[in-house]
């Protein structure tokens, strides 16, 4: 069993700045590609950004410029620091990682269960 614990989610300003943190835990022999999703109201679930065990990045496009998403692989810890965030920031934000557990014969997608970001004056 694996689990993904979000944390750093809260209330900030237009214009403040959020760092996220995914630990994950458990019986994990490898993570590789590792995610943050976010889900407004009413919307369906949209990816952020995302990066490979070995540091390459990819991020939507109404976030490239503010977020930087990292991770600590000796930790299996994933990040997300938010800056300039705006109003449209505003969503449940979940970690997702593709994990390979010890004794298992292939990765498979595990959830956080998703902390609260919300922008606003």
């Known amino acids: 069993q694996v689990q993904l614990v979000e944390s750093g989610g809260g209330l900030v300003q237009p214009g403040g700045s959020l760092r996220l943190s995914c630990a994950a835990s458990?019986?994990?022999?490898?993570?590789?590609?590792m995610s943050w999703y976010r889900q407004a109201p009413g919307k369906q679930r949209e990816l952020v950004a995302d990066?490979?065990?070995?540091?390459?990045?990819n991020y939507a496009d109404s976030v490239k410029g503010r977020f930087t998403i990292s991770r600590d692989n000796a930790k299996n810890t994933l990040y997300l620091q938010m800056n300039s965030l705006e109003p449209e920031d505003t969503a449940v934000y979940y970690c997702?990682?593709?994990?390979?557990?010890?004794?298992?014969?292939?990765?498979?997608?595990?959830w956080g269960q998703g902390t609260q970001v919300t922008v606003s004056s």
């Open positions: 458990g019986s994990i022999a490898s993570m590789y590609t």
């Open positions: 990066i490979t065990r070995l540091g390459a990045t």
């Open positions: 997702n990682a593709h994990v390979l557990t010890i004794g298992g014969s292939r990765s498979f997608s595990s």
